[in-house]
């Protein structure tokens, strides 16, 4: 009987055999089939689920080059906006010098300016900068529920307030609630000094018209890459120490052994101009420091502006970095998931085959 078995088998496995008689293939299709066994490749039968995470894990690699090359791009923006905020560092030095040694010449005439002048607050303008794009962690809701506290806290000390937004993302949720909303503003992720004029004319003209009492600026402070911190300071009316005494810093992005890094440095206040005393002005130091504020005005709103955008991209570099490593967390574990699928597939093929041999016995 056993020997009949085997006989049965090896007559089974002959007609199997790969001879150039039992396979030859048609007139015309010799290098077709010789090219497609050359570049045919072994194909293992597992079932449907061994399939489905190696499907997963070819889409985990690839969403992991996405999101480092937005990792990548997001490093490239943040050298632009430090260079921004270096060539912008000149003018503000000299503004600050200027209007330094205005106020020292003229003392306490200079206070009677409207800009310089504290009066009862009756209505609060909140000037709050956001985004205009999502996947950057929590930047644009902590900024949106700071600036959603601070309106809360006036209107219950019975102060009228309403808002000035910067950003798509700010604009879409205020809108969409019932708050009062003065102007709104894109931010871009290239801030000049065009979109900081408009910015500070309507800010100007709802002061100087009586519509508002003070205007606060809230926006992001880039402190590092892997942290900002939201921040709240009066903008309008301005307090003539803190323009001549006030220092400044400025960030440069290090990368070292492949990890980025960032490096401030404090500035002091620039040094007050002196201005002789037998100097005769051509028009009234009033009249200059009145038109000089506007130009601080601006050179503030287009530096936070541009403080703001970097701390969306620092927020996006890290939000895309733990998504990278996300990834890369989740490919290595579905790959460890398949070889186990993959090793049951081939154990439960050998047992069928034993569970045969057997079965003939």
């Given at each position: 009987m056993?020997?009949?078995?085997?006989?049965?088998?090896?007559?089974?496995?002959?007609?199997?055999?790969?001879?150039?008689?039992?396979?030859?293939?048609?007139?015309?299709l010799?290098?077709?089939?010789?090219?497609?066994?050359?570049?045919?490749?072994a194909t293992?039968?597992m079932?449907?689920?061994?399939n489905?995470?190696?499907?997963r894990?070819?889409?985990?690699k690839?969403t992991?080059?996405?999101?480092?090359?937005?990792?990548?791009?997001?490093a490239?923006?943040?050298?632009r906006?430090?260079?921004?905020?270096?060539a912008?560092?000149?003018?503000?030095?000299?503004?600050?010098?200027v209007?330094?040694?205005?106020?020292?010449?003229?003392?306490?005439?200079?206070?009677?300016?409207?800009?310089?002048?504290?009066?009862?607050?009756?209505?609060?303008?909140?000037?709050?900068?956001?985004?205009?794009?999502?996947?950057?962690?929590g930047?644009n809701?902590?900024?949106?529920?700071?600036?959603?506290?601070?309106?809360?806290?006036?209107?219950?000390?019975?102060?009228?307030?309403?808002?000035?937004?910067?950003?798509?993302?700010g604009?879409?949720?205020?809108?969409r609630?019932?708050?009062?909303i003065?102007?709104?503003?894109?931010?871009?992720?290239?801030?000049?000094?065009?979109?900081?004029?408009?910015?500070?004319?309507?800010?100007?003209?709802?002061?100087?018209?009586?519509?508002?009492?003070?205007?606060?600026?809230m926006?992001?402070?880039?402190?590092?890459?892997?942290?900002?911190?939201?921040?709240?300071?009066?903008?309008?009316?301005f307090?003539?120490?803190?323009?001549?005494?006030?220092?400044?810093?400025?960030?440069?992005?290090t990368?070292?052994?492949?990890?980025?890094?960032?490096?401030?440095?404090?500035?002091?206040?620039?040094?007050?101009?002196?201005?002789?005393?037998?100097?005769?002005?051509?028009?009234?130091?009033?009249?200059?420091?009145?038109?000089?504020?506007?130009?601080y005005?601006?050179?503030?709103?287009?530096?936070?502006?541009?403080?703001?955008?970097?701390?969306?991209?620092?927020?996006?570099?890290?939000?895309?970095?733990?998504?990278?490593?996300?990834?890369?967390?989740l490919?290595?574990?579905?790959?460890?998931?398949?070889?186990r699928?993959r090793?049951?597939?081939?154990?439960?093929?050998?047992?069928?085959?034993?569970a045969?041999a057997?079965?003939?016995?």
């Open positions: 056993k020997f009949f078995c085997v006989a049965t088998l090896l007559a089974t496995a002959s007609a199997f055999t790969t001879s150039p008689a039992a396979f030859s293939p048609p007139a015309g010799d290098n077709v089939n010789s090219q497609a066994h050359r570049t045919r490749k293992i039968v079932d449907g689920k061994a489905a995470i190696r499907d894990i070819s889409t985990v690839n992991k080059k996405i999101t480092t090359a937005m990792k990548l791009v997001a490239a923006k943040v050298r906006a430090q260079d921004a905020v270096l912008t560092r000149p003018f503000s030095e000299t503004l600050q010098s209007f330094g040694g205005l106020i020292s010449r003229l003392g306490s005439e200079a206070l009677d300016l409207p800009l310089l002048t504290q009066r009862e607050v009756k209505k609060v303008t909140i000037l709050v900068i956001t985004g205009d794009r999502g996947l950057c962690g930047y809701s902590f900024m949106i529920k700071k600036a959603e506290a601070r309106y809360q806290e006036l209107t219950e000390q019975g102060i009228e307030a309403d808002f000035i937004v910067v950003g798509k993302k604009i879409s949720y205020f809108e609630r019932d708050y009062n003065r102007k709104t503003f894109e931010c871009g992720q290239k801030p000049d000094t065009k979109q900081a004029l408009a910015i500070s004319e309507e800010i100007l003209n709802s002061y100087l018209s009586g519509e508002t009492d003070t205007v606060e600026l926006y992001t402070k880039f402190v590092s890459l892997i942290a900002s911190t939201p921040s709240v300071r009066t903008l309008v009316p307090s003539a120490s803190q323009i001549s005494q006030d220092g400044d810093e400025v960030f440069q992005l990368s070292t052994e492949g990890k980025f890094g960032v490096e401030r440095e404090e500035l002091d206040a620039a040094e007050p101009q002196e201005f002789p005393n037998d100097m005769i002005f051509e028009q009234d130091p009033l009249q200059i420091v009145n038109s000089i504020l506007p130009l005005l601006n050179g503030q709103i287009l530096r936070t502006l541009q403080e703001s955008v970097a701390s969306e991209l620092a927020a996006r570099m890290q939000s895309m970095q733990s998504a990278s490593d996300n990834a890369g967390a490919a290595k574990s579905l790959s460890m998931e398949y070889n699928a090793q049951a597939a081939v154990t439960q093929e050998i047992l069928e085959i034993v045969g057997m079965a003939l016995d």
